[in-house]
């Protein structure tokens, strides 16, 4: 029997932080099921972290499942300092929940991207859409499923749909990020990066120009080629998450990163692979515990 560093007795336990239980949570806690190995499912909105005399839950690594950033971001920092590793951690959570972060960081580590500015009132987004040329792809920093996504034709439209968010958001509304538009051939590319590896690609090909599988599109496998799996961990890296799913567009001059999620759904891309994808999760949960054990001399039994 080991002890554990935050006091609990027995083998590896994880800590899984939810909103709620989507089907991959479902599928990871039946993985886990299958492994005997014990999760205690932290639900963010039932968290009560104790601030002035830490209450850390007794658990050897924590792997963010959360739909909520704010209470998701918030845990994440308080698990960190009281010393439990967290996949991904809350930096690199913070630069994945925010399209601004994400696309400067990329660009920073030079990782090719789409050509991408923000603004912060109409006249400032209409001169960069101009820069940008039309059409041109507005979008929420925080947004996910390819919810209020737009593409506007004209500077007309872009007037309208900027001005209607301007009246009727709230002030995050007013934060735009604008992004030129590539005309893709009916898919993109969603990768799942594990560590320093990819792990399966798969297409998302739809009739729309929006290729989220939560909008429907249709997942089917992608050869993971050299090209591929360069820009994807070096997309990963640059936000500095350990797993992640990398959006890809191929365009004209090769391909591009979209973005990087860091709570990464892989219901679409596990139909297009034979491995067991919340297995592989699991294993890299168990190894950033080890990992962090072993940091201060500790073992741990799984
Ligand atoms: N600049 C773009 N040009 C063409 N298609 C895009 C562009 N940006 C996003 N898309 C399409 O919209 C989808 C959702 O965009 P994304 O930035 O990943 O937002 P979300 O976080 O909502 O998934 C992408 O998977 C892609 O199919
Ligand atoms: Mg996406």
Redo the contacts with the bound molecule.
């Keep these: 029997m080991t002890i554990g560093s935050n006091g609990h007795t027995g083998g590896f336990r994880l800590g899984l932080l939810v909103s709620h239980l989507r089907d991959e949570e479902k599928m990871i806690l039946a993985a886990a099921q299958e492994r005997c190995i014990p999760v205690d499912v932290l639900q963010d909105r039932r968290l009560a972290l104790d601030l002035t005399s830490p209450n850390p839950p007794a658990v050897d690594v924590v792997l963010d499942r959360c739909i909520a950033h704010t209470r998701g971001g918030y845990a994440l920092r308080a698990f960190e300092r009281w010393g439990i590793p967290t996949i991904n951690s809350s930096r690199a959570a913070a630069i994945c929940d925010d399209?601004v972060e994400m696309t400067a960081a990329l660009a920073a580590a030079g990782v090719p991207t789409?050509k991408t500015s923000v603004a912060f009132s109409v006249p400032g987004a209409l001169d960069v859409a101009e820069q940008l040329g039309y059409p041109v792809?507005l979008?929420p920093v925080g947004?996910?499923?390819?919810?209020l996504?737009a593409k506007a034709n004209s500077r007309a439209s872009l007037q309208t749909i900027l001005e209607q968010k301007q009246q009727l958001g709230t002030h995050h509304h007013s934060v735009f990020y604008l992004?030129?538009?590539?005309d893709?051939p009916g898919r993109?590319i969603r990768v799942l990066v594990v560590g320093d590896e990819v792990i399966a690609a798969s297409y998302?090909s739809a009739g729309h120009?929006?290729?989220?599988v939560a909008r429907g599109a249709t997942s089917t496998r992608c050869e993971i080629t050299p090209d591929i799996a360069e820009i994807a961990v070096d997309a990963v890296r640059a936000v500095g998450a350990t797993l992640a799913g990398v959006?890809l567009?191929e365009t004209p001059d090769g391909l591009k990163v979209?973005?990087v999620?860091g709570g990464v759904e892989f219901k679409g891309l596990r139909t297009t692979t034979e491995l067991s994808l919340p297995d592989v999760i699991l294993d890299h949960a168990i190894s950033a515990a080890v990992l962090s054990r072993w940091d201060v001399g500790e073992a741990i039994s799984v």
Excluded: A, C, F
Excluded at 143 to 147: E, Y
Excluded at 179 to 182: H, N
């Design positions: 399209k789409l792809v979008k947004g996910s499923w390819g919810r996504l992004q030129e538009y590539i893709k993109d998302r120009w929006i290729t989220n959006d567009v979209i973005e999620n």
